[in-house]
Every structure is written in structure tokens, then in C-alpha cells.
């Protein structure tokens, strides 16, 4: 069965560096998400991509952010300066059509923890 | 985004249904009703969902209120590997807003 899979599964880095969350999405999809989820707590949309483009971003999803498809299979979140707050599990997940008459697939995440 | 209300937890037997209620009064008219769960120490996995009528799969079914401002989850049997937290979602498209969800414990 086809899967969304992230890698690293775990990155360690220090406050201020920049970091780059990579994520190969199921081959046939066209919709692309990044989610977030602070130890304990809810998971949190972060942006949603289709088309090359952004279509939608919560406000989470400031200027430290960035999403790209830098090629045919992997689709990558940026953080530019890296804060204590941003330690969490960030899930990758993919659509073959928009979310809304269709189930994402979601990755195994990776733990993003910052110093 | 709609709103929903959902138990913070709820209780099950091993082999016994479960009925999961959400409510979601401010559910717009083309939103569907989605379902995911998440287990213990894994990424949110896909449930069901559905618009108006009630729908089946494998997992689960989902039973849709005829105004549309509450759904149930049905399991119908719950196993040990069934515990896990359930998000009822409202799913316009391109943004899914989770919520709390329920967390179901699975009895022995």
C-alpha cells in the first residue's frame, strides 16, 4: 500500500538555525499539507499546497515558514530561525484531490526538537 | 471553520460497539463530515466521511444526522487496537482544523 513518508524522524537543532523538513508524498496525489502537533496537544494545520502554490495557511505559518516541491516527489517545510516554541511533531500528508470529498494520507512525522 | 463538541473521552469493551457523537451545528452546507483518528505515538489516520447520507467502509460507519448538525462514528465491534483519539471534522477542502477529539479507551 502506498505511504507518505518523512524524513528525518528526529532533528535536534539549536535555537536560530534554520531547519529543512522533508516529506515524499503519495506518487499520484496533487494536494500536499503540513500539520503540527506540540507534545500534548492538538494537531495544527499549518499550510496546505497545490499547484505549485500555497492555497491555504493558518497563522502559524508566518515568514519563518516556507513550503517548496523542489522536485517531482518531495514537498519540504522550512523554518528560517528556528524558536523553543517550534519543538513538535510535524506530519506531512497528501490528497490525491482536495481535502474536502477526500481522505489524506499522513506521514509517520517527524520530532522536531529545538535548543 | 465550524465548531465542534465532542466527549472528551469515552470508554469501550473489547468486541462491544462504540458510537462516537460529534456535534457540529455550524457546519456550512458543502462541508463534509470527516473522521480521523490518531493512535498513541502516530500521525492522524483517515476514518471515514461523508456528506449526507451514512456511509460504510471497512473501519467504520458514519451516521449523519438529517440536518446535518451532528454525525455519529459507529465501530462496530472495538478492538484493543481501536484506542486511540477520534476528530470529527468539518472539511470544506485545503484547510483541516482538528479539535480535541475523543479519546476512546479500550477495555480487555
Known amino acids: 500500500e502506498p505511504e507518505v513518508t518523512q524524513t528525518p524522524s528526529h532533528q535536534v537543532t539549536q535555537m536560530g538555525q534554520e531547519v529543512i523538513l522533508r516529506c515524499v508524498p503519495i506518487?499520484?496525489?496533487?494536494?500536499f499539507y503540513w500539520y503540527r502537533q506540540i507534545l500534548g496537544q492538538k494537531v495544527e494545520f499549518l499550510v496546505s499546497?497545490?499547484?505549485?502554490?500555497?492555497?491555504?495557511k493558518s497563522e502559524i505559518f508566518d515568514d519563518q515558514f516556507s513550503v517548496e516541491r523542489p522536485d517531482g516527489s518531495n514537498f519540504t517545510l522550512k523554518i528560517r530561525s528556528t524558536k523553543l516554541e517550534d519543538s513538535a511533531m510535524y506530519f506531512c500528508?497528501?490528497?490525491?484531490?482536495?481535502?474536502?470529498?477526500?481522505?489524506?494520507?499522513f506521514g509517520p512525522g517527524t520530532r522536531l526538537t529545538v535548543l | 471553520d465550524a465548531k465542534t463538541t465532542q466527549p472528551n473521552s469515552m470508554e469501550s469493551n473489547e468486541e462491544e460497539p462504540v458510537h462516537l457523537p460529534c456535534n457540529h451545528s455550524?457546519?456550512?452546507?458543502?462541508?463534509?463530515i470527516h473522521w480521523y483518528r490518531q493512535l498513541p505515538s502516530q500521525g492522524p489516520e483517515y476514518v471515514i466521511h461523508?456528506?449526507?447520507s451514512n456511509v460504510n467502509n471497512r473501519m467504520a460507519s458514519l451516521a449523519i444526522a438529517e440536518d446535518r448538525k451532528s454525525s455519529t462514528l459507529i465501530l462496530h465491534r472495538a478492538t484493543l487496537r481501536d484506542a486511540a483519539v477520534y476528530y470529527c471534522?468539518?472539511?470544506?477542502?485545503?484547510?483541516?482544523?482538528f479539535g480535541a477529539g475523543t479519546r476512546l479507551f479500550v477495555k480487555a
Open positions: 500528508a497528501s490528497s490525491e484531490w482536495d481535502s474536502g470529498n477526500n481522505e489524506q494520507f
Open positions: 506518487s499520484n496525489h496533487l494536494y
Open positions: 499546497f497545490y499547484n505549485n502554490e500555497i492555497s491555504e
Open positions: 455550524t457546519i456550512s452546507g458543502t462541508d463534509y
Open positions: 461523508g456528506l449526507t
Open positions: 471534522i468539518p472539511e470544506g477542502g485545503f484547510k483541516t482544523i
